[in-house]
């Protein structure tokens, strides 16, 4: 596994090597090491890790703001070993993209099982994500339709049924999606009764 750590503990590279080897005999390797303040993002996207981790010492001290930006650009999965149990820690963390918050002993002794669990719960989060979203996605195309098939019946008398098949009808001969159809008679609704 391809490691990104950011870390200002001078010996922590050397820890985790000392724990590099997986259970299956897999070995991780530290293919980018950064500083707490370096720019995380284009670095990401050059040497394109499997995991992050972070390692510092004074947690309180460290710019989550770099880890939001990095997980809503580049997002990957992300380790955080911190001596520092305080919920408002963990808190930034867990907002700021982080996958796995530990102490760093505990982190550093089970590094090959951690990492591998904190890449395999990202790619979990990351296909619950996408679902919702394609759901959120449905839900919003159906409200939308569902409006333009309101105005469809009071401006032309239809059935409900009815309604809908001019709506796909137009969608088809014009080759675009039902929603953006739904769209335009929607804001040509408001444009023509001059609404808000």
Not at 5 to 19: G, N, R, S, Y
Not at 24 to 50: M, Q
Not at 69 to 98: K, N, Y
């Amino acid at each position: 596994m391809r490691v990104m750590l950011i870390t200002d503990i001078p010996d922590a590279p050397d820890a985790i090597m000392a724990h590099a080897r997986g259970p299956n005999g897999a070995a991780h390797e530290i293919v980018t090491l950064a500083a707490p303040n370096a720019p995380l993002t284009d670095t990401a996207r050059e040497t394109l890790p499997d995991v992050i981790v972070v390692c510092v010492a004074k947690p309180d001290e460290y710019s989550f703001a770099d880890l939001q930006a990095l997980s809503e650009t580049t997002p990957l999965p992300i380790m955080f070993l911190a001596d520092d149990d305080r919920p408002e820690i963990m808190s930034q963390a867990s907002s700021a993209g982080v996958n796995v918050y530990l102490p760093v002993d505990a982190g550093m002794k089970a590094f090959p099982t951690l990492a591998e669990w904190t890449r395999a719960q990202f790619l979990t989060v990351r296909e619950l994500k996408k679902r919702l979203k394609e759901k959120e996605d449905k839900l919003a195309d159906r409200i939308t339709i569902e409006r333009a098939k309101g105005i469809v019946m009071k401006m032309k008398g239809l059935e409900e049924d009815s309604a809908y098949h001019e709506i796909r009808k137009l969608a088809m001969k014009r080759s675009q999606p039902m929603r953006v159809v739904a769209e335009q008679i929607i804001d040509t609704e408001h444009l023509v009764l001059c609404k808000a």
